[in-house]
């Protein structure tokens, strides 16, 4: 199983929501990381999301990046 992290700011997210549905179906820890400018959106259930910096801190993020298997950026 794979931690994945995505960065979301993108102004469409519908390929990273059908990305972020298929590594989770895949079983992958998939963990969304909702950056300032991000519109509202519904994801999986199941899949963790945290706002920045409101949720986590700029410094937390970055040892998330280092965390991950995998990061992508929308």
Do not use: N, Y
């Not at 995505?6 to 895949?26: N, R, S």
């Not at 992958?28 to 400018?37: C, E, N, Q, R, S």
């Amino acid at each position: 199983m794979a931690r994945v992290l995505h960065l979301l700011k993108g102004d469409d997210p519908a390929l990273a929501l059908t990305v972020v549905a298929q590594q989770q179906a895949a079983g992958d820890d998939v963990i969304v990381a909702l950056l300032p400018g991000t519109p509202g959106l519904t994801l999986p259930s199941g899949v963790c999301t945290l706002a920045v910096p409101g949720e986590l801190s700029w410094e937390a993020l970055l040892e998330r990046i280092f965390e991950a298997d995998q990061v992508i950026t929308w």
